[in-house]
């Protein structure tokens, strides 16, 4: 556990998906001994992630360590959103269409400020599912042209500040003819013919947590919550 501040968080974790149609996407759905993929493993397929203290990002989006990556990877927009069965209109078959297998042309990058919930992306060297478990402090980027999908976990809450480099684009484009022929997947599968086969994604090994340099936090815009900016996930 690392302690920032006054706020305890915990690493990221993430395993191998152990797929079990009969039970519920919101499990944890891990194998038993579980199989778990360390954090370089995860970045060795071009996800990213930071444990940043979420006191007060809510509040001011710019400040701190979250402003300094913002700032960083140009991530000029955000906005905040909460899916629960209270906020979210149709729930149960929104987090179903979350849950839909695809991609986006953007990087997909989300700071989790309360609740929490899973990403599964698609390790294209052996179609596996990697479950990622996201919560409060755990900021992640998934590349564009990667195959993944979202699900809250059994506590059905969680609260995120979405990030964007430019104004958004919401389309989820599912795994198909269109999905492979766009720029961005033809893109992401040059990056992911250059990971080193011969060596196991899924070998126990110590986690360690990405780092950043010391920028100036960078002016940004609050995007208007609505029925289609909650469409996707």
Sequence with gaps: IIR???????MVQAWVYNDQPEVDQRESHQYTPNQAVPLESLAALGVLHWTIDPSGCEEDPCKGELGRIRNERSYKNHDIIT????KLPNYEAKIKSFFEEHLHEDEEIRFCLEGQGYFDVRNDLDSKWIRILVKSGDMIVLPAGMYHRFTLDTSNYIKVIRLFQDAPRWEAINRGEKAE??????????????IDTNKSLYQASASASSTTSVGVNGESFILQEGAKSIANY
């Design 4 to 10: 920032l501040f006054n706020h305890s968080i915990t």
């Design 83 to 86: 899916v629960s069965p209270e």
């Design 181 to 194: 022929a766009t720029p961005a997947r033809k893109q992401y599968l040059d990056f992911s013919n250059e």
